[in-house]
Nanobody, 122 residues
Framework: QVQVKESGGGLVQAGGSLRLSCIASGYAFDSDNMGWFRQAPGKEREGVSCIRRSGSNTYYTDSVKGRFTISRDNAKNTLYLQMNNLQPEDTAMYYC???????????????WGQGTQVTVSS
């Protein structure tokens, strides 16, 4: 049974930092590109970042470039997202899932966790 579980969200002030984690189980984590997605109330889900299965390449949506860093530890089946200089517009529920990049970060998975809420106050 495939499961993903996100954690690390919280409430921070603008300019603050958070580190999200995602633990995957039930499948070969190191065989997939993995990414972070977010969805704010009333908005469509947005691809934030994607990392190749080896960690050799990373991709970001323009609004987070220079502020967010994606990484992974295949030995621990864990994906991370370091978020610095957070802004109110980053407020959303954040999810991890398998991904691909075609000029934008896209989801390639039917497996989604419950997400972790990030709220940034101004």
């Amino acid at each position: 049974q495939v499961q993903v579980k996100e954690s690390g969200g919280g409430l921070v002030q603008a300019g603050g930092s958070l580190r999200l984690s995602c633990i995957a189980s039930g499948y070969a984590f190191d065989s997939d590109n993995m990414g972070w997605f977010r969805q704010a109330p009333g908005k469509e889900r947005e691809g934030v970042s994607c990392i190749r299965r080896s960690g050799s390449n990373t991709y970001y949506t323009d609004s987070v470039k220079g502020r967010f860093t994606i990484s992974r530890d295949n030995a621990k089946n864990t994906l991370y997202l370091q978020m610095n200089n957070l802004q109110p517009e980053d407020t959303a529920m954040y999810y991890c899932a398998a991904c691909y990049y075609d000029g934008a970060v896209r989801a390639r998975s039917n497996y989604w966790g419950q997400g972790t809420q990030v709220t940034v106050s101004s």
